[in-house]
């Protein structure tokens, strides 16, 4: 899936807060709705670039706009994922 609009300016964005941004990613299992779900390495103050719900038949879903970083390690979306992976990317801005 490309790279929206969006996305790009999110990665600019942590490029342009004067410190270096690694981009990371990691698959979790999915959840229910608003509730946690871990994601090993991403901590607040990072920022999302792209969570993509991945079913196992179908397409991807972009959950980027449903998605936030609640704390170290702990992402939540406000849509259910439950049985299927999430792939989250994330500009990891400690370098």
Not at 45 to 71: F, H, K, N, W, Y
Not at 76 to 90: D, E, K, M, Y
């Amino acid at each position: 899936m490309p790279e929206s609009t969006v996305q790009r300016l999110r990665r600019l964005a942590a490029r342009a807060a004067g410190r270096p941004a690694l981009e990371r990613q990691f698959v979790a299992a999915g959840a229910g709705a608003n509730a946690d779900i871990t994601v090993t390495g991403i901590r607040g103050g990072d920022i999302l670039i792209q969570v993509l719900e991945l079913p196992a038949s179908g397409a991807a879903v972009d959950r980027t706009a449903a998605a936030t970083i609640q704390a170290a390690n702990t992402i939540r979306i406000s849509a259910a994922t439950t049985g299927n992976q999430v792939l989250v990317r994330w500009a990891d801005l400690r370098g």
